[in-house]
């Protein structure tokens, strides 16, 4: 019998792993090394180092992190690393930023940057269509850029990148939020990578800042102290109060996805499994469901897709949650349905959604 | 018998009411109104809208706030508020802000302000002596001034202004990330208070801005959007996703704030008993131990005192983990005992540390 939390499809945050929620839930008590709620706990403390040492070192693991790469927990969200990326990379630069516009939340990201500094665009998404993405051939990289930035999955559209984008002669920068630790990646050609937590890897309110090293040593010393990325990497991640809570629940995901999973490799073995069940659930539904989304830009975090009008999407939101299933509605910017189907997801739930969307299509179509 | 959690005199994160964490624990597996884990919830869900609301309203009934003020719930703790406000109030002014230098975060305050433009310190704790505040009659307050800026309460070295500070003509901006919510206040005569949570409010991660509209309306424009009070303020703190677990705890807090505790009047009585049974065993113990701050500076949060030679506290602080007791250590800046008596610590718990204190003074004496 699946729980609600295990039938929750929110976009985000999204639901976390059913062992995680139980430890989650002891922590409020006691933790157990501790022996006191998480939430009085200081981060000065001990053991709260250890947390952040562990963390740190698990999500290195996990991706293979070469030591050139440094790994930060920090607040604000993505939305913060919008301005803080341009804020040291562009700022005071006479060189041209090069964003890579695939929906909204790449739009968002451009925005900040161009307060910034000097910015192109070299795919809008608003007029070639968000249904899709672009190939790295039919973009004009330039030498020059002081990076690129793309977004490598947008939960809103449910697009996602299956290739690494731009060149490797200039600064890369990525927003994974919401395909962050979901498969392995190749960080060496990364310069920046960010991601919030609360897709795949735990709670609202924590954001890891993974950055090659070197590019510290650019001067910030005019910055807000928290937009100061070498403040946080001398305090490793503990310069003011850190969200305590938050990183502690990455760090149990973090061990779940090392010792429950096995490993990235495994984890994107699962999540392709989840997203090819759903998308043949659509695919064969002979044009019931309507997958939103070119088929090579599919997203495997973010299954969006339409039924014939708004009037039956709603029937169909109201038949699922009959059946306990919840976060379906799509984004409110774009509408229709949206299941996210992120690490916490279970292939077991995925088939559950599945056969509800099948029963829901041959009732409707009887 | 009281519980681990209860006797927590952690300087922060602090410790929470024991009926709050219990409601906590239920809302990690599932909160009452919804059904799902709190960690799964939409922040663009409708329940969540009515947290926000309903927790911004518990904080206006408490301390009867004007119209005329907007609460903000932010990300970036007290640090990201020491730059935050000198950018709107202070940058691209030819006026001088102040500032009043009492301990350890009201130096960090002045630092970050220093960026921005010209700042004035009118009282140099660092020169003064820390353990002493001063009088509005000792300040050298100037008509002109963008601001003043003080730290209502200093939290290292346990000193707590009982007056308002500065000039009633001058806009007032104050630190109270260590006192607030822990008695009334006149809100009127502030222009901006800020508070991280956790302290007296909910666990870290959020942090309170209460902020007179009026100021609201200088341009922010080419600030980075997570800095510009206005996307938060239009937003109602619902920007980008905001720290929703974070939030719902000091929801939590603020319903126990009105409902359990009677408000603000009840609370400032009770933190006043706290306070003075613990300074009692200090001035009673013939010098045993030593209270650092100024008995008319003495801070009903943090009560800060010295035994006769290091080697003594650490005995002490042993004595009183055998007891059950933790958190006592003082701030890692000035060493010492602290012990930290917000508003989630009960009389009772105090007056168990006040025993304990009198045994480990007449077992050591004797």
Not at 99 to 122: F, M, N, P, Q
């Amino acid at each position: 019998m699946l729980t609600a939390n295990e039938l929750n499809f929110s976009g985000g945050p999204g639901a976390l792993p059913k062992s995680v929620l139980t430890m989650v839930q002891q922590a409020i008590d006691s933790v157990p090394e501790v022996g006191l709620s998480i939430l009085g706990i200081s981060h000065r403390s001990r053991w709260f180092a250890d947390v952040l040492a562990e963390t740190e070192q698990n999500i290195r693991d996990l991706l293979s992190l070469p030591d050139s790469h440094a790994v930060l927990f920090l607040q604000g969200g993505a939305t913060l690393q919008f301005s803080m990326i341009p804020m040291l990379l562009l700022s005071g630069s006479n060189k041209t930023a090069e964003y890579i516009e695939t929906g909204y939340w790449s739009h968002k990201a451009r925005v900040e940057a161009e307060k910034e500094g000097k910015v192109t665009l070299l795919w809008d998404g608003m007029k070639e269509g968000l249904d899709h993405l672009p190939h790295n051939a039919d973009l004009a990289f330039s030498a020059d850029a002081a990076y690129l930035h793309y977004v490598s999955n947008e939960t809103v559209e449910g697009v996602q990148f299956h290739e690494v984008m731009g060149r490797d002669d200039v600064l890369r920068v990525c927003d994974m939020s919401s395909d962050f630790l979901s498969r392995p990646i190749d960080v060496n050609r990364f310069d920046i990578i960010y991601a919030h937590a609360q897709k795949n890897i735990g709670p609202a309110g924590v954001t890891v800042v993974i950055i090659r090293k070197s590019l510290l040593t650019r001067s910030q010393d005019h910055f807000p102290a928290m937009l100061d990325y070498r403040n946080h990497l001398k305090a490793q991640s503990n310069y003011n109060t850190p969200p305590v809570f938050s990183i502690y629940v990455v760090l149990l995901i973090s061990r779940w996805l090392k010792n429950d999973i096995g490993g990235l490799a495994n984890m994107a073995k699962i999540n392709a499994e989840k997203a090819a069940a759903l998308y043949r659930v659509i695919d064969e539904s002979n044009g019931f469901y309507r997958g939103f989304a070119a088929v090579e830009n599919r997203s495997l975090m973010n299954v969006v897709f339409n039924l014939a009008t708004p009037a039956l999407e709603a029937d169909f939101l109201n038949y699922a949650a009959s059946k306990g299933v919840s976060g379906l509605a799509g984004h409110r910017s774009l509408g229709g349905i949206r299941a996210s189907i992120y690490n916490g997801m279970t292939l077991e739930a995925v088939q559950y959604l599945c056969q509800l969307m099948a029963e829901f299509s041959a009732k409707t179509s009887a």
